[in-house]
């Protein structure tokens, strides 16, 4: 089974490459027949003792291309291109080529042309052409090698070798030395010796390679990573035109950017409102060529591009750094010496609505990270610190009103990050808010619509309440004196007040836009004060909070406010409780003779019991249901009660508090 799964054809090819039971061929080697074995029987058929030594770097290719290239499929298939592209670039940077051309051919092959120096055809060692050294030998530097800067020697630098060894052929044609020079190879092997093919009077390197089916799980190359790859060079390598025509679709593009990477924040930035014109910066530093362009927009969106040696490092690295550092001192040291008042931008409020593009050519580039995109060569770091450091803050003293209006956006970032931190930690305050308080006496019962919270004014009627109450049912949350003025401190310092904060846990359902009525966790939530002004203070107080921070709670109907008793009247050996002036005059008028009246001034008059009896029971008690008028008028009387003089408010608080006592009886 497995062995007829993997026995046929380009499946067979590619399990022997990529498999380690393949063994490495020595010249004569003898292998084993092995009649149970089809598969070594399949390989020594193919490759037999004349074709050992060219195998060797070839073979190491094909046996193990995703050490070369990555993987075998799109991303690799495309490296293959990259390879061949990057060399042309590298003779345009050596100032020798300035138009490559790209061909998608209909027959899967794809064809890289361009006007560069060639590659060197001269007789080499054992009878070999350079070109055939270049294309048969694994990293084939040396003499030939072209030095600073290689684009080719970056990340995708593995040599013209390897494509050559993963392609099912490959043609070249050089122009060098007034000839035309011609060599065709198949699966990394020179069918014949370099030869003539005629005379010219041009230079540069034609190179047509069709990937191998039997490496590759995908063989088709898309128009699009081309495109947008070309293009990307393009800005990249100033003055380089790169030309790509399709065969397969007709589709053509020409990239050519006068402009580099100015042009390139340009494309990036049209459409958005920039608040200058792109800046350009650039310098050489320890071998380390750096070019930065850079736009500040009127949006929040940072979008700042690294490249070393044309490599999109999107993981970043010492160049990104170095760049952040020096933009931020640039900027901070010009708002610190022309600026009133000028506190230090964090980078991050500096880079807000930042477009720019950070380019570095380096001699030796180090790569390292997941997807060995990120830089970390350490001289880089200085080297873009100091050209961006010294650039900028030239800018900036130039251009001082755009310097100011950059600066002003900067602050404006600044505000609203710390507006943002602010917002985040009411969130996470709230989160936290979701631990119930301490002094909370739950009820236990879990069916929200018979749970009730008594929101008691006083630790002793807090006391005498939790005794009273039922608690399968009823939940006491005692609150200390005055809670805070939400009309003076708004939600966050509310949220800050140890009362409120109790509040809004018991309750469970958020506060403010963020109020969700569907988690409260009782169905009545009643206050229950003093009959005095204090309490009626209190009262008002958290009306109000209610109002503004729970509306939701008031308009469904779920807040009540807790009825104690006004007088107790003894007749005899019954008690009578009257819960309004009125009631006590009924009661005077019914009973003749010897009674006892006693008013109650504060819950903690009663005792447990009497409490049960007259305010918390709910078969005597009375409640009444705050209306959201009731809560509005109450909202509005703080509004203008605060302010006011003692005596003031003391008397429209009474008046106040007779409103709502009168509401339902
Ligand atoms: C090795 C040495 C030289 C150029 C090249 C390779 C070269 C390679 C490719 C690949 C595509 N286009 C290319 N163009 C040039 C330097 C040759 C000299 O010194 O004249």
Redesign the pocket.
Known sequence: MFISMIFDGNKLRKFIYQSSIMPVMKKDAKVAKNPENPILDKFESQYTAGDIEVLGDIEAVRRRPGMYIGGVGIRGLHHLLWE?VD??I??ALAGY?KNIKVVLHRDGSAS?E?D?????TEMHELGKSALEV?LTKLHAGGK???KAYRVSGGLHGVG?SVVNALSEWLEVRVW?GGKEYYQRYERGKPIEPLKTVGESDRT??Y?RFKPDEEIFEVTEFSFEIVSQRLRELAYLNRGVKLELYDERTGDRKVYYHEDGIVGFVKKLNSGKPAIHDIIYLSGKKNGTIVEVAIQFTDTEIERVLYFANNINTVEGGTHAAGFKAGLTRAINEFGRKHMKKFKPLSGADIREGLTAVVSVKVPEPQFEGQTKTKLTNSEVRTAVDSVVYSGMLEWLEEHSSEAVRIIEKCIVARKAREAARRARELVRKRRDSLTLPGKLADCSSKKPEERELFIVEGESAGGSAKQARDRRFQAILPIRGKIINVEKSGMNKAMKNGEVKAIVAAIGAGIGKDFDITRVRYRKIIIMTDADVDGAHIRTLLLTFFYRYMKPLVESGYLYIAQPPLYRIKKGKKIYYAYSDRELEDYLNRFKGKIEIQRYKGLGEMNPEQLWETTMNPENRYLIQVTLEDAKKADELFSILMGEDVEARRKFIIEHSKEVRNLDI
Do not use: A, Q, Y
């Not at 560069?116 to 060197?120: Q, V």
């Open positions: 061949i060399n042309s590298d003779e080529c890289v361009d560069g120096r060639g590659i060197p270049v030939f090698d072209r013209l060098r540069g390197t190179i």
